[in-house]
DNA sequence: GTCTATACACAGATAGAC
DNA sequence: GTCTATCTGTGTATAGAC
């Protein structure tokens, strides 16, 4: 799969994710219509994204948002209750986001070779057409409670565990080399995180996310694949 | 290389690097005692690594520096002359120390497998000896100034452009397979990073810096050495 | 060289008019 | 639903005694 297709399997459900924090939270905000709701969570979710980008979120200020969403003080918190608030707004937000989409794209079906592809593919894409939440997720983990921060961890965790689970997988099938399978997991994990953590060097270079997934690949496969 | 060789070599300077901090700022702070000064900026270094590991460096206020150290405000501003300052102090002092430890273990007369080898574990043993300052400087990247913010991409790229010359003279001398080697030097740093950025999970499940490493390079030399 | 006490600025949050 | 004006707490930084 190339990422163009990914992303129009995607698209569809990005509109969903506005109203889904619109009807989730509907009883703690001051505003009543979902459509004003939604397309003003958009607005304050992409000026929280571009400000922590420059500065981190603690170093944003609530009249720095106000200015890049053009929204008054005033206004703002008729959308939430503090600025902590809408830190877990965020996260909340992308983390239910992320699992659907984990569900969506795995087979388990597959053969591991097959599943290993899709899954690293879809980590990818993922993290691309999320990217803006992902490199949130990662830099601001330190401002989320411990309940939250448990939560990325698990999702950590998890993601690392399906990939532990189809190298087994593949080596009880004769596919795969027996190796150390959790830390050939983190360390495909680590290369995944790299394209959403220096975006900025992958860009310069002008290498997209699906030079980049054959690339990872690549790597992959020549350390596991049984070469008999 | 073992992690325990390497650390011996480098201890030595652990100290130098405080007594250089003080003589570099003589005119600007108002400690005039080198023996109290570097004690003190010690003290304070660490303990702003601790707590901006908790919660980050705009987070972490002069008073939580203050009673971690267990000086005064004042104090601390005899060393000096804002929270700012005190940012950029920790940056430059663990720049210059880093490019001085790659010019101390890099032998660009080695083989190029010996080379791949001693600057892959060169990096990331440096990265566990001083891991509080490469987390810092990761983490807190945001609040630098652009001179400041520059200087750690030229380190980035200085780094990987040592790695891709490696490859490419191992690929001339029909060692290594033709590949994108600039592609093959990100994914090794990136590999190299995820030591220092997760921590907490490689302590959690005992893996040591020497068994990474090791697993770095067998996975690296998988995909790079020729095969014929 | 280190301390306590304090000035001052600015951030988060709210009240109440429109 | 959105705005302006304002309250209040907290953070950085300094003055000046010891």
Known sequence: MKYMEFKQILESSDAEIYKEVFQENQDNIRIKKEKTAVKNFQKIFDAVFQITYEKGFQAMTMRDLS????????????????????LALIHKHGSSMITNVFEKFHNPDDEPLEQ??????????LSEAARPWFYFTFMESKNLNPEQMQAVISMEESTENRLVKILEAGEEQGLFRKTNHRLTASIIKAMQQDWYLKRWKYKKREITVDDYADYVLEFTESFCLNKE
């Open 116 to 125: 290993l592809r899709s899954v690293i593919k879809a980590h990818l894409f």
């Open 67 to 86: 200015s890049r969403t053009n929204m008054s003080l005033g206004s703002l918190y008729a959308y939430f209750a503090s600025k902590e608030e809408l």
